[in-house]
């Protein structure tokens, strides 16, 4: 019998037909949103004399406007984070629907309710896993309290290893957290927009805990093609993929918990 996961990877490669490249425009599009933002950020720092052109170093000539500038940033990338939600909404719409527009992207700012509530959505989700993994990053308290024996750099030696060892647990620690605190919350809200705020994050919690091992072993499944996400081309072609195929792993499983009402 077939694995769940090879299963879930052939929905999501059918879904994709004829949807593919409207998400790879889509990722293209988030991606250059934010490094236009990043680029904004840059050149007023060097407009206001917060960086040195020439050293790339921080001006002490010139009045510090750094701390406006980057709260002005943050407010910048949280203001268009509905865009992430578009996107979800567009492999949502092709894993239960087969069918995705480029308009889907924009979904979330259609009204100023439901951008408001995305936004709001989008803060708790965020808080509540910046908070999470800060509590739980065991590689900061090794380096704290270990701190004599960790090495000024890597190598072949046992103290290296620890470190080396100790950073992959606390990167697996991040994913759980990612899918308890944020992917369920924001794929429940994909599929189903009329859902309350505490209904999404906090009420979603339990769900969480029942399912997110079974979309741990499916991202495990991507490994590979995860890695390539290191190089920009590939990574458009992979996080379409990727991202279809959770919402439809994401799909079964709310249809199977009838009581949520989230499909």
């Given at each position: 019998m077939m694995k769940t996961e090879k299963l879930v990877r052939q929905q999501a490669r059918d879904s994709l037909k004829g949807n593919h490249t409207i998400l790879m425009a889509s990722v293209g599009l988030i991606f250059l949103t934010y490094l236009l933002l990043f680029f904004l950020r840059q050149i007023l720092m060097i407009m206001t004399g917060e960086i040195n052109i020439y050293?790339?170093?921080?001006?002490?000539?010139?009045?510090?406007?750094?701390?406006?500038?980057?709260?002005?940033?943050?407010?910048?990338?949280?203001?268009?984070?509905?865009?992430?939600?578009?996107?979800?909404?567009?492999?949502?719409?092709?894993?239960?629907?087969?069918?995705?527009?480029?308009?889907?992207?924009?979904?979330?700012?259609?009204?100023?309710?439901?951008?408001?509530?995305?936004?709001?959505?989008?803060?708790?989700?965020?808080?509540?896993?910046?908070?999470?993994?800060?509590?739980?990053?065991?590689?900061?308290?090794?380096?704290?309290?270990?701190?004599?024996?960790?090495?000024?750099?890597?190598?072949?030696?046992?103290?290296?290893?620890?470190?080396?060892?100790?950073?992959?647990?606390?990167?697996?620690?991040r994913i759980l957290l990612y899918l308890f605190f944020v992917h369920f919350p924001l794929t429940a809200y994909a599929f189903n927009e009329d859902l309350g705020v505490s209904e999404c994050v906090f009420v979603m919690m339990g769900f969480s805990a029942k399912n997110f091992w079974k979309t741990f072993r499916l991202l495990i499944s991507f490994s590979g093609w995860l890695l390539l996400c290191f190089f920009v081309v590939p990574a458009l072609y992979v996080i379409p993929y990727v991202s279809v195929s959770a919402l439809t792993s994401a799909k079964w499983l709310f249809q199977l918990d009838e009581r949520r009402c989230v499909i």
């Open positions: 050293t790339g170093e921080a001006d002490t000539g010139f009045m510090k406007m750094g701390w406006f500038i980057s709260i002005g940033y943050v407010s910048a990338l949280f203001l268009v984070s509905p865009l992430i939600n578009g996107f979800l909404h567009a492999s949502a719409n092709a894993a239960l629907k087969n069918s995705c527009s480029t308009l889907d992207l924009f979904y979330y700012f259609g009204s100023v309710t439901r951008y408001f509530k995305t936004l709001v959505i989008n803060m708790l989700v965020f808080l509540l896993f910046a908070v999470s993994t800060s509590a739980l990053d065991l590689e900061k308290y090794f380096r704290v309290f270990f701190k004599e024996q960790v090495p000024g750099s890597l190598g072949f030696d046992p103290d290296s290893f620890m470190i080396i060892f100790v950073g992959v647990i606390t990167i697996l620690i």
